[in-house]
């Protein structure tokens, strides 16, 4: 098993990504596929990042909703025909930004290697 910080510096690096290709907003993101594509893809590597995340630490932080991620994920994976991208719109604009300060907390939590 990695060490988490790798794990959770993609996380980071995931959510950094998805808010620079949806800087525009809502609609230029709803107007372009490839974008679309682009933060959907970053979802995916979000998400499976979590789940490789030890135990120890998620239960830690039991504020973030690691269930939910993981259904999400499996939806990305297992039901991709059945994407809302009005939901992803909403995951972008309300729990990403959610997420990203208890990720850097739990970078700091597990300071530099």
Sequence with gaps: MKDDRVY????QQCITRIEQY????HEAFAADTKTQ???LRNLHTMAESTQRLSAPLKARHPEVEWAAIAGFRNVL???YLGIN???VWEIVESDLPDLKPHVA???AELGTP
């Design 37 to 39: 594509d682009a933060v």
């Design 105 to 107: 907390a739990m970078l």
């Design 22 to 25: 949806t800087a525009a907003g």
């Design 77 to 79: 994976v297992h039901d």
């Design 8 to 11: 959770l510096d993609h996380v």
């Design 85 to 87: 991208l009005n939901r």
